[in-house]
Nanobody, 124 residues
């Protein structure tokens, strides 16, 4: 079992930045492929970014490339999402997800473990 807890969401003005964190417990963190997804009201959950076990490889949705950065600190069992140049379209609940089998997938069904989500609201 893996327990994921997100933090760092909030209200920010368009053009601003936020840094989300996701702390993991319950399984060897170094063996987990990790990702961030988001879900806006009335929309499907969508992939945002993913990172490999060692942090050397990353994958991003086209909509966030150049603005968001995913990273991980295996010593702290934490994955981060640095979000810059935020706009109203980034408003959503952001979820952390983990998979012990693979990394980089943009499909939510790939991931076995999910956090409870953290709300990000961007005001225009």
């Amino acid at each position: 079992q893996v327990h994921l807890v997100e933090s760092g969401g909030g209200l920010v003005q368009a053009g601003g930045s936020l840094r989300l964190s996701c702390a993991a417990s319950g399984r060897t963190f170094n063996n987990l492929g990790l990702a961030w997804f988001r879900q806006a009201p009335g929309k499907e959950r969508e992939f945002v970014a993913a990172i490999s076990w060692n942090g050397y490889s990353t994958n991003y949705a086209d909509s966030v490339k150049g603005r968001f950065t995913i990273s991980r600190d295996n010593a702290k069992n934490t994955v981060y999402l640095q979000m810059n140049s935020l706009n109203a379209d980034d408003t959503a609940i952001y979820y952390c997800a983990a998979s012990p089998l693979r990394w980089g997938s943009e499909t939510a069904q790939t991931y076995d473990y999910w956090g409870q989500g953290t709300q990000v609201t961007v005001s225009s």
